[in-house]
């Protein structure tokens, strides 16, 4: 069969531009990933991966699920990007899916609650032993450090998911108000009465090692982030 | 609106002490915590255990990318991309999905729409082959994904192409008006068991019919270079041309007639002298019925219209290959193939938003069909230098 095909070669690829995926934006990154560029899914792996273990780790309290949940976050961003909107961050989306998966599995777990009692004890041990390893490499290497991460799992898997979600997208990822609120689809002021309630339920579990006597100051009277009008207070 | 007037002072400044530690307060509101918080020890003690808090989960040791995530993550994609396809029955029979659909469902939108996915997608299809390349010759740093700009370039320059399909008014006013839906009131069996005999199918001409009546009323107002292969492709697949033909030969001898598949037959007449008339041509039906999509495709589908976005693609496809080193011409009529199996989906699906998902599927799937062609076509070839290697040395190297 006679091919339609022209030979002439093409100047613009016999010198291609250099192109570094590392220095890809998220979003940049997204478009190419629905576009077929797999290997845009690398870079997004190593931003978000830990970040993401580390909330399912914490939310789902089990170690090995949350691997798996990971991997699934992961196949599901390669899966529906075409339905990544970029007008939205792309941490929220993540996060988001990622906590879908896990309301799905808690979900599920409790409709399996004798298999989860008779596995609830290998699940806090892997996540300890996670921690532990985790903990030996962190700079904060300090024994009150990780005798606190084991108590905080302990207190954490004791307080509902929603609590967990909240409190770990604020405290250990940083996330904004408004961007938690996209994540659990919620309002800002519902996150922000959820979180302070985490926080009281927290305070109250670890109370042996919030001692105020440790170190805390006030803030200035004069908030650097700007001031927040009243209607979000209400 | 304001919060109610706190009736004690403590329990007010407590509730408001996360949105403090966050920064979260307006500054009326932060100076009052700020004072208080100066004044009473016991909510200065919560302030800070909170504060506590924040500062150890922040600082609590992180997960890290669990290892190989990477990896498994493409393996769980390409066995789900193998499961979907085993579900849509695509490596046994790649054509019958378009051809039950009747192929080109198509409004000239889908057109531009598929136009710019395959730009798209080639693009995509084509920075996979030469990343796989480059890989080989260990050149991975200097990724050529300087496509990404070629590609938004390409897709830019595939719209205006797609718009440049749209009818002028003049077109507009020389195209064929929409037709009266044909009209079957009853299939005499009797009168047609002759007929049927000889091959005729009564029912699925009736139906085929109404069904490419219902199609072409979505493209009746297209440029006639657009609507030249799709009337082609159409009639082609319902095969009604010779149900025509066989029907006529046999009326031919005096044999009785359905008057009542009349409007039917004269409406597959029209269609048929209009694309006679126009210079198309009827894919032959042995391209149709192949169950190997690669050896068996209209090929005049879309080679039938000269300057569109699909040929432009091809052709840029041809062109990168070759700079990329390869001029295996098995190669490239293999991806030439892949691209036409694309752009038979793409015809074929694209018809609404939901569709355009099944095609981004079936065209990753290509996607990985013309990697594997790629990979084996070099395999062959370094059997191929083998065996001279082989036969120049005699062979004595095993």
Known sequence: ????????????????????????SDAELMQLLVHGEDRALMPLIDRYGGRVRTYLGHVTRDGSWADDLTQEVFVRVFESSGTYDPRFAFQVWVFRIARNLAVDLLRRQSTQRKLRD???????????????????????????EVEFAEHFERALRRLPEIFRTVFVLREV????????????????????????????????????????FREGSLPSSTSPEGDVSEEQES | MNAPAPSNPCSAVRALASRYLDGRLSASSRARVHAHLKECGDCLETYRSLQRLSTLARALPRAEVPADLARRVRRTVSERRQQTLAHLHLDEAPLAPARERAVLRLPWRGIAAAAVLVASCSAALLAGYRLGRMDERGETEELIVGLRIERDRFADQLINESSALRPTPGELAQTPERSREPRVREIDQGILQPYRERGFQPEHFVRS?????????????????????LLSAQLSCFDLPSQVAIYDQLASTGAPQNDELAEVIAFVRRLSHELESSGGELVPSR??????????????????VPPSPVRLAEERIAESLRACGETDP???????????????????????EEQSALVIKIVRTVKTEVRHVVENGKEVREESITSSTQQVTGGSEH
């Open chain 2, 209 to 229: 019919a109404r069904s490419l009546w219902s199609d072409l009323s979505s493209f009746d107002q297209l440029d006639p270079q657009v609507r030249r292969p």
């Open chain 2, 287 to 304: 391209l149709l019925g192949s169950a190997d999509p690669f050896a068996a495709l209209p090929v005049s589908f879309v080679e039938a």
């Open chain 1, 173 to 212: 990822e940083g996330l904004a108000y408004e961007e938690i609120a996209e994540v659990v689809d919620a309002s800002p002021k519902t996150v922000s009465t959820r979180l302070h309630r985490a926080r009281l339920q927290l305070r109250k579990l670890l109370a042996t090692y919030l001692d105020p």
């Open chain 1, 118 to 144: 008779s596995l609830e004890e290998r699940a806090v041990e892997t996540e300890r032993q996670s921690i532990r390893h985790r903990a030996a490499s962190s700079p904060l290497q300090g024994l009150v």
């Open chain 2, 330 to 352: 098995s190669v490239l009529d293999r991806v030439h193939r892949a691209m036409l199996v694309k752009h038979a989906y793409v015809g074929g699906a694209v018809a609404s």
């Open chain 1, 1 to 24: 069969m006679a091919l339609p095909f022209r030979r002439v070669p093409s100047p613009e690829l016999s010198a291609p531009p250099r192109v570094d995926f590392e220095a890809l």
